[in-house]
């Protein structure tokens, strides 16, 4: 890690900004939320500077990223959309940069998260981990909650598990769901809470039949997965579109698993009764 301020690249959620509070402490940080995608900033503590910024604006983030003598660059949050490039109106800097920028968001998306880092190596940053820059954000091994999960619930757990193994290297999402030893749901291009909406539908056209309760979501990085970015984060969100799907709750992996929200995710999964695991 360089002396210099971190610059945290902000996408949609509570994370970056829990992410930057944790971080400011011990370090300066730079905000660069995407306008469009990053969540209005909470109360900006000191040693925390913020600049909202669209896409057409790229060349300009870095041009400030290295006024302020940010070297480290820390990319998260949730991307809800691609940009729409034939409506982006750029600004010089960003002009520069446009070919190659188009050209990283090409692929799936493990393709577009090695693109994405590509290109700010190019232009001599360093995409750093959430493990090197807040490691209190990963989850801890063991029991995160007060509920264990039922030899029946592990079982599914250990299914799920085996299922992410096996299909890493396609591309597909991070997170599957398991009910009674059977898949039900495969996360896709639409992410893991639009996943758990699919379930909570399935069950109520009797898709499949289950006690409530039964079955778990897990959630764990693809094999090989790059780190620095696209890891995988449990929250709030997560849990209650989990209950809302009637399972009985959350595994995912210790220490490439971000919990956001960990202190109310844990109150909230003991008062339903819900199990939290890493493994």
């Known amino acids: ?9 902000a ?3 509570s994370l970056p900004w829990e992410a930057a509070a944790a971080i400011a402490p011990r370090r300066e940080v730079v ?32 041009r400030l990223a290295m006024e302020r003598r940010c070297r480290d660059v820390l990319m998260l949050g949730a991307i809800r959309s691609r940009p729409d490039f034939a409506s982006l109106v750029p600004d ?10 188009v050209r990283a968001a090409v692929g799936g998306d493990d393709t577009i998260v090695r693109n994405v880092i590509a290109l700010f190596e190019d232009e001599g940053f360093r995409v750093v981990s ?10 801890p091994s063991g029991l995160l909650g ?26 597909v999402g991070q997170a599957v769901v398991v009910v009674e030893g059977r898949v039900i749901a495969v996360e896709g291009a639409e992410g893991t809470d639009a996943m758990l909406a699919r379930c909570a539908e399935l069950r109520r056209a009797r898709r499949f039949r289950s006690e409530k309760g039964a079955g778990a979501l897990v959630k764990r990085a693809k094999s090989g997965q790059d780190m ?51 493994l």
Do not use: C, K, N, W
Request: proline share 6%; no cysteine.
């Open 130 to 139: 959430v493990a090197e820059a807040a490691p209190e954000l990963l989850a």
């Open 228 to 278: 620095r970015s696209d890891v995988p984060v449990v929250g709030l969100g997560t849990l209650r579109g989990a209950l809302a799907a009637g399972l009985g709750g959350i595994a995912v992996e210790s220490g490439r698993t971000i919990l956001a929200e960990r202190a109310a995710l844990r109150t909230e999964a003991d008062r339903a009764r819900a199990f939290l695991v890493a």
């Open 31 to 62: 905000v660069f939320a995407i306008d469009g995608e990053a969540d209005a900033a909470p109360s900006a503590g000191p040693r925390i500077e913020t600049h909202r910024l669209g896409y057409g604006q790229l060349g300009r983030a870095r």
């Open 11 to 13: 996408g949609a959620g």
């Open 92 to 101: 010089m800097d960003t002009l520069r940069l446009l070919p190659r920028i």
């Open 146 to 171: 007060a509920h264990r999960p039922s030899a029946a619930q592990q079982a599914d757990i250990d299914l799920g598990a085996a299922y992410l193994t096996a299909s890493a290297p396609f591309d």
């Open 1 to 9: 890690m360089s002396d210099g301020p971190l610059a945290i690249v």
